[in-house]
């Protein structure tokens, strides 16, 4: 199926959670915010978000510093 | 013929001198300003001079200094300013920068919040002084900012902010600024806020550490109610320290996204939200 990360199409399995696509991007979730479909997801709730056809994801990736 | 003093419009006759105006106006004032340059009281005024009349280390009133700066901004940005909420979290080398900067704009009720004390390595790029050191933080800012500005409210919450407390501490705020150092505290924070202020604007820092060039800080959208103020790249690290200019130019991003959002304009381009 088909969804927009970061602006851009990507094509992805069927039935996976966000979790499982962070993993394949090797993303480290304690260091990415992520929203979907205008909702920003906690991180304990990213194994439990299924993807759908259409989805948008904006994943934000943070660096220390301040 | 009309004269400005103190902001204020007044007539006077022609050829008034300052000094006549002085003692109209503020007997008392030792310092004497006319278009921004110092006069002496024999000095002839102008139709549509500015002047400025001061007593040397007083410290005017909330109604004068509230005039004063209504003049150096557009009309209708002091009120509103005047009326807002803002959060700030962290007040490290971006928070004490934002904190400051929002309280010369005048911004009605600030509240900050973390857990640390002035260290001596804090003073390469955070808003201390010297005499601030082992003080915590949040109150030594406070202290800082009544000095610039007094009629600021000031909240200063001296606490590790966690997701159990930060939607109890940031309630009020109608635009939360993330000035953490870690990444997974930033993280950590946008997440609380949304889950429970879905629709409050989050002004957020990263990627201002080292010494490369200011024009690749940037102020992007990437989500809906989050502002990025920052390269997104550029990490904390050994041999890439985080230095006063970089860290204030990356801060005064995330302090004109906060005056950017409260007028009702996007941050990160021209229009209106």
Do not use: W
């Amino acid at each position: 199926m088909d969804i927009t990360v970061n602006g851009k199409a990507r094509e992805i399995q069927d039935g996976i959670c966000i979790q499982e696509l962070l993993d394949q991007m090797q993303l480290d979730c304690m260091q990415v915010v992520v929203e979907h479909n205008n909702n920003i997801i906690p991180r304990q709730r990213l194994a439990e978000t299924p993807l759908n056809n259409g989805d948008a994801l904006e994943v934000i990736h943070f660096v220390g510093g301040g | 013929m009309q004269i400005k003093v103190n902001e204020q419009d007044h007539s006077f006759e022609d050829n008034v001198s300052l000094g006549s105006v002085r003692d109209r106006i503020k007997a008392d004032a030792d310092l004497l300003i006319v278009n921004g340059f110092p006069a002496s009281a024999e000095a002839v005024l102008s139709n549509g001079d500015q002047v400025v009349l001061i007593k040397r280390g007083e410290a005017p009133g909330a109604e004068e200094l509230d005039a004063l700066m209504t003049a150096r901004h557009t009309p209708g940005v002091h009120a509103t300013v005047k009326g807002a909420t803002i959060g700030i979290a962290g007040v490290g080398g971006l928070g004490s920068a934002i904190a400051i900067a929002l309280a010369r704009t005048g911004i009605g009720h600030l509240i900050i919040a973390d857990f640390d004390l002035v260290e001596p390595s804090n003073l390469n790029r955070q808003q201390y002084f010297i005499d601030q050191i082992g003080l915590p933080k949040v109150y030594a800012l406070r202290d800082t900012l009544a000095r610039i500005n007094p009629h600021v409210r000031v909240t200063a919450c001296h606490l590790r902010l966690a997701p159990a407390n930060i939607a109890e501490v940031f309630g009020h705020a109608q635009v939360l600024v993330e000035a953490f150092d870690l990444a997974d505290q930033k993280v950590m924070l946008i997440e609380s806020f949304a889950a429970r202020f879905p629709d409050r604007p989050m002004v957020t820092g990263s990627g201002m550490a080292g010494y490369g060039p200011a024009n690749t800080v940037l102020t992007q959208q990437v989500a809906k109610n989050l502002y990025l103020c920052g390269d997104a790249t550029t990490a904390a690290a050994p041999g890439t320290g985080l230095m006063a200019p970089r860290v204030g130019v990356a801060a005064h991003h995330q302090a004109n996204a906060v005056l950017r959002l409260l007028l009702g304009e996007p941050p990160d381009k021209e229009g209106k939200l």
